[in-house]
């Protein structure tokens, strides 16, 4: 099982660092590619005008808040049925950039829905169950660092993560259940997008360039969780092994006696 | 030079938008930074903890 076989960090690292400089290019590119469309190429919204552009960093990063929780749910499940170590590592490295884009996707709707909605915040199901988000992946990151043993962290973190998971189809079903001020999905629908290509281009191109930019932060955080694990590893056995002066002075005191 | 300033005025609503692009790439690139730091400054203090013990060491060519 492919699982299985990534379960080894050194077999991890060695695909991670074929990955990442490919992330890192599909970044770079993806963004330019995606500022050019969204900020000089695409026209103003009808009705909204040029406030739409906000729309092209606002809806991929609401879809990578999104993203992010699914991934490391689905990390921390396969962390705790399987002890898969590098999955536990990748829901770790997943959070913070998770929470990153959740903090985005409120940033920028709130500056989008000041001129449209002629409000920073309104307390609707959308908005809330987005905040609950932000507030899940605090929780997580909190929790995996407030023990001493890193394994009971993960495991109590895991935990938070899956049961957390609920909110994410709740987000996700908030505008067809409730009625909210925030529109409805308008690209992923049963009937095809309703946006026009000119506005759908910079939108994908953005997203893309988002989940690129996770893959390549995702893989660089791993790596350094790795670190922290062989780090922790080898201070165990310094002090198990005990101070060099310790360990020596029975040898030489057995010397004198001989 | 007119066109220029119509087109960061954006319709007027230019300090919204431009914030929002400002404040996705400062987080983004704080991010980033914060990463790399976390990936260099595990990396040293791995590597000054396995210098007798070479196969804990992971070469710095492989950072990014």
């Not at chain 1, 009971?152 to 957390?164: E, Q």
Request: proline share 5%; with cysteine.
């Amino acid at each position: 099982m492919i699982l299985h076989k990534y379960a080894n960090p050194a077999r991890f690292l060695k695909l991670a660092n074929a990955i990442q400089p490919w992330a890192a290019a599909a970044t770079i590119g993806l963004l330019l590619a995606g500022l050019y469309f969204a900020l000089l190429s695409s026209p103003g919204d009808y009705q909204q005008g040029e406030t739409v552009r906000i729309m092209y960093v606002h809806v991929p990063a609401a879809w990578m808040a999104m993203f992010c929780y699914t991934a490391m749910a689905a990390a921390a499940a396969i962390g705790l049925i399987w002890k898969h170590p590098v999955a536990e590592l990748a829901a770790r490295a997943t959070a913070p950039i998770g929470a990153c884009f959740t903090f985005l996707a409120l940033f920028t709707g709130s500056l989008w829905g000041k001129p449209m909605w002629g409000t920073w915040w309104v307390w609707d199901a959308r908005l809330t169950s987005v905040l609950i988000l932000f507030f899940l992946y605090l929780g997580y990151m909190a929790l995996s660092n407030a023990f001493d043993d890193p394994a009971r962290g993960s495991k109590a973190s895991s935990i938070l993560a899956l049961v957390g998971f609920v909110n994410v189809p709740i987000i996700k079903f908030s505008v067809d259940w409730w009625n909210t001020l925030h529109q409805p999905a308008s690209v992923i629908k049963i009937d095809g997008p309703a946006i026009h290509s000119s506005m759908l281009i910079p939108l994908i191109l953005m997203a893309f360039a988002f989940k690129a930019f996770y893959i390549w932060v995702m893989l660089m955080r791993i790596r350094g969780e790795i670190n922290e694990g062989k780090i922790r590893a080898l201070r165990l056995r310094q002090v198990h092994a005990g101070p060099p002066s310790r360990t020596n002075a029975p040898e030489k005191a057995t010397e004198g006696t001989s | 030079m007119e066109q220029l300033i119509s087109y960061f005025q954006m319709g007027g609503h230019g300090s919204f938008i431009w914030t929002s692009y400002g404040m996705v790439f400062l987080v983004l690139a704080l991010l980033w930074l914060q990463s790399r730091r976390f990936v260099r400054n595990s990396q040293t203090e791995l590597d000054g903890l396995a210098v007798d013990r070479p196969h804990y060491q992971t070469s710095k060519k492989n950072e990014t």
